[in-house]
């Protein structure tokens, strides 16, 4: 009988060991990018998440605003596909609450050729084509400043747009296009400057640009990807174990072993 009694209360212990065991919580989260580079670094992150049981959805989308309303809104847990200075402008034109909990990568802004192979051939009126959004448009007109193509008011900035251009000697013709369609309409321009996660998808390689921008400039600071999470929720332990993944030497490796200087990370 004490032999059966013992027996029960092992069987007993051993259940209640396994129920702790698989009580131990597991979280699932969302989290919203562009395809590349930012869905595919967000892949690297899902394996470090795993161990940590913490399951990663990752939500793509091909545009810049639905991520940014999504987090508002509370659809996503953060997201993973902007610059610090865009998030800024999307926080003052729309009235959200938008913070970065981290900088992960800076991509450089190149110009792909077009219909001309180099910027020595532009011919005057040539069509240069550039993002329409206010922050992305400012930088790409200051890295066709910086190769002399054109030359801006003084103090135009990070804030700069076609009215600031005060000297356009060849009378370039600047298109405004959103950004993801900079790739698909490159053979109709002269040349492009275009948005590293939109060259990357297009498998346009950094070293083919025919100019990028100079990585210890304004735009190293001003451009680089954060990691953007509604107001309130920085603190969440979920979103710091995101930051932390983000962060790794794992990831870190994955961005210079793939990218080609294309992702360059800042952490």
């Known amino acids: 009988m004490k ?3 013992f027996s029960l ?10 129920l702790a065991g698989c009580g131990s919580k597991k979280t699932t989260i969302k989290v919203g990018a562009t395809p590349a580079p930012h869905a595919e670094v967000l892949e690297v992150v899902k ?7 913490i399951t990663l959805e990752i939500v793509e989308f091909d545009d810049y605003i639905v991520p940014n309303t999504a987090v508002e809104e509370g659809e996503l847990l953060a997201n993973y596909f902007q610059h610090i200075t865009y998030m800024n402008s999307f926080n003052e034109e729309n009235g959200t609450h938008l913070v970065s909990v981290g900088a992960i990568h800076y991509e450089p802004f190149g110009i792909y050729a077009g219909k001309t192979a180099s910027l020595d051939a532009l011919a005057d009126g040539a069509k240069i084509a550039v993002p329409n959004d206010t922050t992305n448009e400012a930088r790409a007109l200051l890295l066709l400043e910086q190769e002399g193509l054109l030359k801006l008011r003084e103090g135009a900035g990070i804030t700069a747009t076609k009215d600031d251009i005060v000297e356009n000697p060849h009378n370039f013709d600047i298109v405004e296009l959103e950004a993801k369609l900079l790739t698909t309409t490159l ?19 950094i070293a083919d640009a025919l100019a990028i921008e100079a990585a210890d400039g304004t735009a190293g600071v001003a451009y680089a990807n954060v990691l953007t999470v509604k107001a309130g929720n920085e603190n969440d332990a979920n979103v710091k174990a995101l930051l932390e993944a983000l962060q790794s030497q794992e990831v870190k490796d994955f961005m210079e072993k793939t990218y080609n200087g294309a992702v360059v990370p800042v952490f």
């Not at 394996?47 to 049981?53: R, S, T």
């Open 3 to 5: 032999k059966k009694v």
């Open 187 to 205: 053979q109709d321009v002269d040349i492009a400057v275009i948005n590293g996660n939109y060259a990357i998808g297009a498998g346009l390689k």
């Open 9 to 18: 209360a092992l069987i007993a212990a051993l259940c209640l060991a396994l």
């Open 47 to 53: 394996d470090i998440l795993a161990k940590k049981n």
